[in-house]
């Protein structure tokens, strides 16, 4: 991994911690080490639109899911996200959505019902609520549609390092974190980490990005099954549990733990743990 995907990484860590903050762009630029000169072309190169534009982007799209997935009031959610005025995030909303904050908060399956032809719902899945801990990974970010070859490349480009620098052991865990709603974000627009397990206090060399899975309470699910099922396995999840029994989300990505080698076991027996972030 270059030193500008380090740089990069850091960048959108903070961001994603701080949407209610007003871009600080010297800020940024520091954090990643980078001359301000040049910050912006090679935000812009990386993420293929000015850094504003993700920002607001990543704003109305965790708006939208708190919308649909938490009880905050709009007004909440409007700085949460970073808007002084609710007007404003109503306009920016409107113009990114077509409909309104209220429209979305009254009729919350609106997005799934418009873009998922396919509900099936007869997935077996086993259902738990765990408290963990904190987890600590390695990880590398990609960007398009979850399992296709991008994601293969961002598993194997950073397996392949990981094994070089010996960091991979029978202890080792495997995990995806899924930062954005495919039904919301464009494919070659949506970010995903793979991750792998390291011990607190390991000694990381300095080519990896690191970060930490936020421990605390999370409604689990256990599927069993192709891994190309698992947007509709989520569609079945939000509609079915999220949704209908009113589960609040807290503001941490959703997760997911790879339980079995997928090049010695059948696709049919895949195990896959889902971890979504709850409230208490």
């Known amino acids: 991994m270059n030193n500008y995907q380090l740089s990069i990484d850091k960048v959108l860590t903070y961001i994603d911690a701080n949407l209610d903050e007003t871009p600080d762009l010297d800020k940024l630029a520091t954090l990643a080490n980078l001359s301000k ?133 029978w202890e080792s865990k495997f995990y995806g974190i899924n930062w954005d709603d495919p039904e919301i974000t464009p494919n070659e627009k949506v970010r995903y980490d793979a991750c792998i397990s390291i011990p607190n206090g390991t000694k990381v060399e300095t080519e990896f990005s690191t970060k930490t899975i936020l421990g605390g309470k999370y409604l689990s699910f256990l599927y069993k099954g192709d891994y190309q099922n698992l947007g509709l396995v989520y569609n079945h999840i939000f509609r079915d549990w999220i949704i209908k029994m009113e589960y609040n989300l807290r503001e941490e990505p959703i997760f997911e733990q790879y339980i079995n080698n997928k090049e010695l076991t059948p696709t049919e027996d895949l195990l896959t743990e889902i971890f979504i972030p709850i409230k208490h």
Do not use: C
């Open 37 to 169: 000169f040049h910050f912006h072309r090679i935000m812009k190169a990386f993420l293929n639109e000015t850094l504003g534009s993700y920002i607001n982007r990543i704003r109305l799209e965790t708006a939208i899911k708190l919308l649909r997935y938490s009880s905050q009031p709009i007004n909440e959610i409007t700085y949460r996200v970073g808007y002084q005025t609710p007007s404003a995030f109503t306009k920016s909303f409107k113009k990114m959505f077509r409909v309104s904050p209220t429209y979305i908060r009254k009729h919350k399956n609106l997005i799934m019902e418009q873009k998922s032809n396919n509900l099936r719902s007869d997935f077996q899945l086993v259902e738990t609520v765990k408290n963990i801990k904190d987890i600590h990974v390695i990880f590398q970010q990609s960007k398009g549609k979850i399992g296709d070859g991008t994601t293969k490349a961002n598993w194997d480009s950073l397996f392949a390092v990981a094994q070089k620098h010996q960091m991979i052991n």
